[in-house]
């Protein structure tokens, strides 16, 4: 089985979903849009315009099928006419402020042959049926350790309390001024810790170093960092967003929550238990392994109906 996957940048998720593949002895080839993508500064239009005769040049007839990562590759693999098409959509390809990436996102979900939704909560944005497949952790990677070994890596006292922010301050959909809010007004002398432009392998440091992660999103896909803290048996203070629920049912000092009376008051509790759950358990079906077997199945399943359509 070979497969095109077309992308806009290299996700830890994405890398992780690759591996996995050509581990299962799937031929992937990663088609990147060209430019360079911050948030300060965006891809242009020129670099979009350059990516289709990409695809088009990149000898598709040896491909089985074609898998857009992020809706706005999307419309480049469709445009594409011989090969079917697999499109997962991260998050803010549907959910974010620009009108436009989401009808384009939603316009391109009704006509892919399927549909890859890493939450139930994104379903709302769609018109059409998909396959609910979130995305893996590498449990390998992110996993507990001694929390004072932890501290001693990444230079935090031992006897300080800290509530960690995963995020950039300045990502308005991130809100750490609710953040900031919630820490004051619970009953905690504790330290609301931002992080960012950290490399990805010392995040399961960070995460073990904290007392609890707390997320303050307005909307999110996910987020990922939910599933990193959980294994590394982290508690988590999060609003209602993403497959967040999903992820924390019946796992014990972790709370999800709606308002910000509820957002401090769980801080309140997890931060005065001084416990870790136990929440690493429930993440085995989410490994990067299981992720490939039930991608290559859904690819099998694309292919094998494309065939008999044709």
Not at 26 to 51: E, M, Q, W
Not at 213 to 221: A, G, N, Q
Request: net charge negative; aromatic share 8%.
């Amino acid at each position: 089985m070979r497969i095109l996957h077309l992308t806009t940048g290299r996700r830890s998720f994405f890398e992780q979903q690759v591996e996995a593949l050509r581990s299962r002895g799937i031929d992937c080839t990663v088609l990147n849009v060209p430019g360079h993508y911050s948030a300060d500064d965006p891809r242009s239009v020129t670099d979009y315009l350059k990516y289709y005769p990409q695809v088009l040049e990149h000898g598709l007839d040896e491909y089985d099928l074609v898998h857009a990562n992020n809706g706005l590759t999307a419309p480049f693999a469709l445009a594409q006419p011989t090969r079917p098409v697999v499109v997962t959509f991260w998050g803010s390809d549907l959910m974010g402020d620009h009108g436009w990436v989401s009808k384009v996102g939603q316009y391109s979900a009704k006509r892919a042959n399927r549909v890859i939704l890493p939450s139930h909560k994104m379903a709302e944005y769609v018109d059409c049926e998909y396959t609910h497949m979130p995305f893996p952790v590498d449990t390998d990677r992110f996993q507990p350790m001694d929390k004072a070994e932890a501290r001693d890596h990444v230079g935090w006292d031992h006897d300080e309390t800290v509530v960690l922010f995963p995020y950039d301050p300045s990502r308005p959909e991130k809100d750490y001024d609710r953040a900031k809010k919630v820490v004051e007004a619970a009953d905690v002398d504790a330290d609301l810790r931002t992080l960012t432009g950290k490399p990805y392998d010392e995040m399961p440091y960070y995460l073990n170093a904290s007392d609890t992660v707390l997320v303050t999103s307005k909307r999110e896909s996910g987020p990922m960092i939910v599933r990193e803290a959980a294994a590394c048996n982290v508690p988590v203070v999060s609003t209602d967003v993403g497959f967040v629920r999903e992820t924390l049912t019946d796992v014990g000092q972790s709370a999800v929550c709606g308002s910000d009376i509820e957002l401090a008051g769980s801080l309140e509790v997890i931060l005065a238990s001084e416990q870790r759950p136990d929440a690493r358990e429930r993440l085995d079906q989410l490994d990067p392994d299981g992720f490939g077997q039930r991608l290559e199945r859904t690819y099998a399943s694309v292919i094998d109906r494309a065939r008999g359509e044709a």
